[in-house]
């Protein structure tokens, strides 16, 4: 098998081949066909994120994975060679987190992090939907807690805010949006978001419930702050910055609540696939092969991509 290994914090990615792993015990083996690229691998490698890695490197990052069974372990119950799977959860047990992800051809996984993708879903699309999906579902729904006929903002259109604004669409809510890159604005109405805006802080006449903030650029987290409506709610996704200032006049003075979100369950992974199975959802992605993994990564970093990087294997 090949597979890109990350050594450490401003290195590069090294291709690598090793032999392909045997599954023990409830491990399955997944020849990986759609592997998606996240913004977060960009700060496991420059640094920003390695602190913070479960387990250090050397590891073979890559968190959103869609493939087919080769073979299971003894102890595996639920699938078995051919079918068709994503690997969901938290990267705390997940691909990316303790045990090498998916930027290889190959990857081992442990059974309970396996959903069926259905037969309607492309392994691109199912990619996707292990993150950008997850995520942007987790918290809208479970940490946002949002309700039908709410007023929402999300602040960021990338990968997961696109996709969270459609989701939340689809929940019943009155979508408005922020992002100060104008060619995701056209994107954004066509998945039936309200309105967008270039800065967070000009949402606050809209007096919104809940504002998901998936930047994470600090003034983003305060302008979300300062444009909840009061008693209104914060979550908190984006990591452009692992700190940030906040206005403490307007979140005590407002009562607003701030609260984090990261990942997700397989729970969400799985109604994000409901939805893409129903046809009512499709992750804005493009696709690029196993080879160019390292220069889909330095893209991110640089900025500027709109929707989310799959490298079909």
């Not at 969270?164 to 104008?182: N, Q, S, T, Y």
């Not at 600090?218 to 206005?247: C, F, N, S, W």
Request: aromatic content about 4%; proline content about 7%; hydrophobic content about 45%.
């Amino acid at each position: 098998m090949r597979a890109w290994l990350f050594t450490g914090a401003n290195r590069p990615l090294e291709l690598i081949e090793r032999e392909i792993p045997r599954p023990e015990g409830d491990a399955v083996l997944v020849a990986v066909r759609g592997s998606g690229l996240c913004h977060s691998d960009v700060g496991r490698m420059d640094g920003t994120l390695t602190p913070y890695m479960p387990k250090p490197p050397p590891i073979v990052l890559g968190h959103e994975i869609a493939g087919e069974v080769l073979r299971a372990g003894p102890d595996v119950r639920a699938f078995a060679p051919g079918d068709r799977v994503v690997a969901s959860g938290t990267l705390a047990f997940c691909p990316g987190g303790d045990a090498d992800g998916g930027y290889a051809t190959h990857c081992l996984l442990p059974e309970r992090c396996l959903l069926p993708l259905p037969d309607g879903v492309s392994f691109v699309q199912g990619a996707a939907a292990t993150d950008a999906g997850q995520t942007s579902h987790a918290a809208l729904m479970r940490a946002g807690e949002l309700q039908p006929g709410q007023r929402i903002g999300i602040v960021g259109l990338g990968g997961l805010g696109m996709t969270a604004a459609r989701i939340a669409v689809l929940a019943g809510a009155e979508v408005h949006a922020a992002e100060p890159r104008r060619e995701a604005w056209d994107a954004a109405s066509t998945m039936g978001v309200a309105s967008v805006t270039a800065d967070v802080v000009d949402l606050a006449p809209l007096a919104l419930d809940l504002i998901v903030d998936f930047a994470g650029f600090g003034t983003t987290t305060a302008g979300a702050i300062r444009a909840v409506r009061p008693g209104g709610l914060v979550v908190q996704v984006g990591l452009g910055k692992t700190e940030a200032l906040v206005p403490t006049m307007d979140l005590v003075g407002k009562g607003v609540t701030l609260r984090g979100s990261g990942g997700g369950t397989p729970a969400d992974t799985a109604a994000v696939l409901a939805h893409m199975a129903r046809g009512d959802l499709s992750i804005a992605a493009s696709s690029i092969g196993f080879e160019e993994i390292p220069q889909g990564l330095q893209r991110l970093a640089e900025g500027g991509v709109v929707g989310r990087i799959v490298a079909e294997i």
